[in-house]
T-cell receptor
Framework: ETGVTQTPRHLVMGMTNKKSLKCEQHLGHNAMYWYKQSAKKPLELMFVYSLEERVENNSVPSRFSPECPNSSHLFLHLHTLQPEDSALYLC????????????FGEGSRLTVL | AQSVTQLGSHVSVSEGALVLLRCNYSSSVPPYLFWYVQYPNQGLQLLLKYTSAATLVKGINGFEAEFKKSETSFHLTKPSAHMSDAAEYFCAVSDRRTGNQFYFGTGTSLTVIP
């Protein structure tokens, strides 16, 4: 139990669907992250939020839309995805955006048909 | 810019043998360095980290790593492998000035042979 909870753990969606991934952290951290993990590739940082403000957006396609309503919750809204978007999406949190230690959730396995 | 290279995408060791997973980094400034472990169907868990204190860092589950500036390396070792060590291991580096940008290696899959 890392203190970071992701739901759902598995998601299958069609290219025209709209779905959302949810992340909640119970650690009192101020920074939250979305990473994409694909086979044989380094983890790709997608978004960083610090104190509910987005501080990093690594050229992620607009079909991925993050939302951080408060410091404990982070969402990733998905719309008109492509099959190549199938991957494990990992949420992480840290005490602040400079601390250098991430706490990860167990991930949401996304399959786009 | 920073990057991480993990030599060997797959490493196999016998139970009880030495584990050595290699990591080399490039960084224009003194970095923070990390090793994470990922068990099947789980997220990443921090094993250990280097943040400019002692160059030999001890982590959980008997793992340790040594920061060698001259070699730009941060190799992970464990004297005696256990079956439960079978997992994916990731080396990561971050810039001390802007810690929110982590650079991960491509990972090394460790197999422990009984």
């Amino acid at each position: 139990e890392t203190g970071v909870t992701q739901t759902p753990r598995h998601l299958v969606m069609g290219m025209t669907n709209k779905k959302s991934l949810k992340c909640e952290q119970h650690l009192g951290h101020n920074a939250m992250y979305w990473y994409k993990q694909s086979a044989k590739k380094p983890l790709e940082l997608m978004f960083v939020y610090s104190l509910e403000e987005r501080v990093e957006n690594n050229s992620v396609p607009s079909r991925f839309s993050p939302e951080c309503p408060n410091s404990s919750h982070l969402f990733l809204h998905l719309h008109t995805l492509q099959p190549e978007d199938s991957a494990l999406y990992l949420c992480a949190s840290s005490r602040d955006s400079y601390t250098g230690e991430l706490f990860f959730g167990e991930g949401s396995r996304l399959t786009v048909l | 810019a920073q990057s991480v290279t993990q030599l060997g995408s797959h490493v196999s060791v016998s139970e009880g043998a030495l584990v050595l997973l290699r990591c080399n980094y490039s960084s224009s400034v003194p970095p923070y360095l990390f090793w994470y472990v990922q068990y099947p169907n789980q997220g990443l868990q921090l094993l250990l980290k280097y943040t400019s204190a002692a160059t030999l860092v001890k982590g959980i589950n008997g793992f340790e790593a040594e920061f060698k500036k001259s070699e730009t390396s941060f190799h992970l070792t464990k004297p005696s492998a256990h079956m439960s060590d079978a997992a994916e291991y990731f080396c990561a580096v971050s810039d001390r000035r802007t810690g929110n940008q982590f650079y991960f290696g491509t990972g090394t899959s460790l197999t422990v042979i009984p």
